[in-house]
């Protein structure tokens, strides 16, 4: 399927689910999470919920990230189609930008190699590892920038599509992706 169909549907389908609804089905994402052999690491790239876009509820990976004491590199997007990535500490200050995403206002810049784990916001992916963002190629641009060892783990309501039609040369796959119901390795 296309990547355009697929935005517009999931983006729909994400506006049918109640808050209370989300929010089991993030608990049950993170629980998903914690079975992952991925807690050794030093630096975690989470993205902040978009409230208004029913994204996954990323704040229970903020807790246990902080009670594992590990680094936690939270993103800005500086650019067109760029992310800068800050170290959250005590004296971080959040603002929600004009999109919606509660993002650092300044702080400890982190380059992207440092980063050993990223979980990655998404709104469909596919049976390979795709996935299918908002169109505007921040992530896909951050991946890069990355090691190639960088662990890439999407978290998603919805389980996998059988293929994404219309993949480009610069779309980076994932190495997990996580829903209520299943972990997915790629």
């Known amino acids: 399927m296309l990547?355009?169909?697929l935005r517009s549907e999931y983006m729909?389908?994400?506006?049918?689910?109640s808050p209370e609804a989300l929010s089991n089905y993030s608990i049950r994402i993170v629980n998903n999470l914690l079975e992952?052999?991925?807690w050794?690491?030093?630096?975690y790239h989470l993205f902040l919920t978009i409230v208004e876009k029913r994204e996954v509820d990323t704040h229970v990976i903020l807790s246990i990230l902080q009670g594992k004491d590990k680094n936690i590199v939270l993103p800005k997007m500086s650019?067109?189609?760029t992310l800068t990535n800050y170290l959250l500490t005590d004296s971080t200050v959040l603002k929600t930008n004009r999109w919606g995403v509660p993002e650092p206002v300044e702080g400890l810049e982190v380059p992207p190699h440092k980063i050993d784990v990223v979980f990655i916001p998404l709104l469909a992916f596919d049976a390979s590892g795709n996935r299918i963002g908002?169109?505007?190629g921040y992530y896909d641009s951050f991946l890069k920038e990355c090691r190639p060892d960088v662990?890439?783990?999407g978290l998603s309501i919805f389980e996998a599509e059988t293929a994404i039609s219309d993949l480009r040369e610069e779309d980076i796959a994932m190495n997990y992706c996580v829903t209520p119901d299943k972990t997915y390795s790629f």
């Not at 729909?12 to 689910?17: K, L, N, P, S």
């Open 3 to 5: 990547k355009k169909a």
């Open 12 to 17: 729909a389908r994400r506006q049918g689910i």
């Open 36 to 38: 992952l052999p991925i």
């Open 40 to 43: 050794s690491f030093d630096y």
């Open 79 to 81: 650019g067109k189609n």
């Open 134 to 136: 908002y169109g505007k």
């Open 151 to 153: 662990l890439k783990i």
